[in-house]
C-alpha cells in the first residue's frame, strides 16, 4: 500500500503538470511545430515552447506515456476536467449567464491551447519616464479548430470590450488592438491560418509575422544540437 500511495503521489504530480495547472506542457510529446521555433527573437529575454500533447500509446516504451494510457489514469484527468470546469461555471454564475458562457469558453479554449503546439517569448522590458516597455508575444496552435477560436474571441470581445478593442490592419488581414492605459503597452492579437498570435507592445505582431517566414534564430538552432532530445515536451 505504501508503494501505491507514493505511486499515485507521482501520478497526480504528473496530472498536474501535464493538465495545464503547471508545467511542463506537452507530456506526452506530440510532433513538433516548426513554426513554434522560427518565432523564437533572435534576442530576447526569455523563451519558452511546447509541444502538443499526443494521446498516451499504451504500447510505448516510456514508463510515463504508459501510465498516463491507463483507463484510471484517464478517468481521473476527466474528473479533474469536469471538477474545474464546474467551479469556474459556478463563480462566473454569480455574473449572470452571459458570464458562465464566458467561462465555459474558457475552460475549452485553454485546454486547447495548452495542448497544442505553442511559444511565448518576452523580448525586451524596461521602465521609461513614459511607462513600462515591453515587447513580449506569444503564439498558439488551434489547429482545425481555429475558425471557432476566431468566432469565438470576436463574439466575447464584441460582448465584454466594445469599442475598447480597435480594429487594425496588418499583413492584409483585421486584427485587433487594445490598450489599458497611458502608460500601458498596447496588446494586440488576432487568428492567421491555425494559430492565434498575441503581442503586447508596439510593432510585436508584425515582428512575428516576419519571423515566421524565416530560419530559426542561430541560438536555438544551437541549443538543440547540443541538447539533442528526441521527443521534447518543452524547451525554455
Known amino acids: 500500500m505504501q508503494a501505491v500511495g ?4 507521482k501520478l497526480f504530480a504528473i496530472l498536474a503538470l501535464s493538465s495545464g495547472m503547471g508545467l511542463p506542457l506537452g507530456i506526452p510529446p506530440a510532433p513538433e511545430d516548426p513554426l ?43 474528473q479533474i476536467e469536469r471538477l474545474v470546469k464546474s467551479a469556474l461555471r459556478e463563480a462566473a454564475g454569480r455574473h449572470g449567464p452571459e458570464a458562465k458562457a464566458a467561462a465555459d469558453d474558457a475552460v475549452k479554449w485553454a485546454k486547447t491551447l495548452l495542448t497544442h503546439p505553442a511559444a511565448v517569448f518576452v523580448s525586451s522590458a ?7 516597455d515591453i515587447r513580449a508575444g506569444a503564439v498558439f496552435c488551434a489547429g482545425k479548430d481555429a475558425p471557432q477560436l476566431k468566432a469565438s474571441l470576436r463574439r466575447h470581445q464584441e460582448r465584454f470590450l466594445r469599442e475598447a478593442a480597435q480594429p487594425v490592419k496588418i499583413d492584409g488581414e483585421t486584427w485587433y488592438r487594445i490598450k489599458l492605459g497611458p502608460a500601458a503597452p498596447v ?18 505582431v508584425e515582428d512575428t ?23 521534447p515536451a518543452t524547451v525554455t
Not at 524596461?126 to 513600462?132: D, E, I, M
Not at 491560418?193 to 503581442?199: A, D, E, H, P, T
Open 6 to 9: 507514493y505511486g499515485f503521489g
Open 126 to 132: 524596461k521602465v521609461t519616464p513614459a511607462g513600462l
Open 187 to 204: 496588446i494586440t492579437w488576432g487568428v492567421k491560418g491555425r494559430y492565434l498570435i498575441v503581442g503586447l507592445g508596439e510593432g510585436v
Open 209 to 231: 509575422l516576419k519571423r515566421a517566414r524565416t530560419a530559426p534564430p542561430e541560438w536555438l538552432t544551437e541549443i538543440r544540437k547540443v541538447l539533442p532530445v528526441e521527443r
Open 36 to 78: 513554434m521555433a522560427k518565432v523564437a527573437p533572435g534576442e530576447c529575454l526569455f523563451y519558452m515552447t511546447w509541444s502538443g500533447a499526443a494521446v498516451p500509446d499504451p504500447d510505448n516504451s516510456n514508463q510515463t506515456e504508459k501510465l498516463l494510457a491507463e483507463p484510471e489514469v484517464q478517468h481521473l484527468i476527466g
